[in-house]
């Protein structure tokens, strides 16, 4: 069981990245999908989640408007795609995976399977 985060990279303040979770060993449609940030110096922050068993989706309000997550069961991902950047979401970003709603798992604790972050930066 794997995940795998990318996408990440450098853009300007008002651009767009999508970040993209790809799954191996397991169908992410069976699973809470969460994205999680972790800026220099700061805890994790839970940015997003969306799971299938209630079909719900989840924002962190500083992000609101902003991004939005989705599923693509024909590739097994889930993207995150970011518009209206801005400085403070510079962070590396993780995805990470559990059984059931994205309510169980607050900030992403008891999630077992986690990708290897992407950098994000925001800087002109």
């Known amino acids: 069981v794997q995940l795998q985060a990318s996408g990440g990279g450098l853009v300007q303040p008002g651009g767009s990245l999508s970040l993209s979770c790809a799954a191996s060993?397991?169908?992410?449609?069976?699973?809470?999908i969460g994205w999680f940030r972790q800026a220099p110096g700061k805890e994790r922050e839970g940015v997003s989640c969306?799971?299938?068993?209630?079909?719900?989706?989840y924002y962190a309000d500083s992000v609101k408007g902003r991004f939005t997550i989705s599923r693509d069961s024909a590739k097994n991902t889930v993207l995150l795609q970011m518009n209206r950047l801005e400085p403070e979401d510079t962070a590396v970003y993780y995805c990470?995976?559990?059984?059931?709603?994205?309510?169980?798992?607050?900030?992403?604790?008891?999630?077992?399977?986690w990708g290897e972050g992407t950098l994000v930066t925001v800087s002109s």
């Open positions: 990470a995976a559990g059984s059931g709603k994205c309510v169980d798992y607050p900030e992403g604790a008891g999630m077992p399977y």
């Open positions: 060993g397991f169908s992410l449609d069976e699973y809470a």
């Open positions: 969306i799971s299938t068993v209630d079909e719900r989706s």
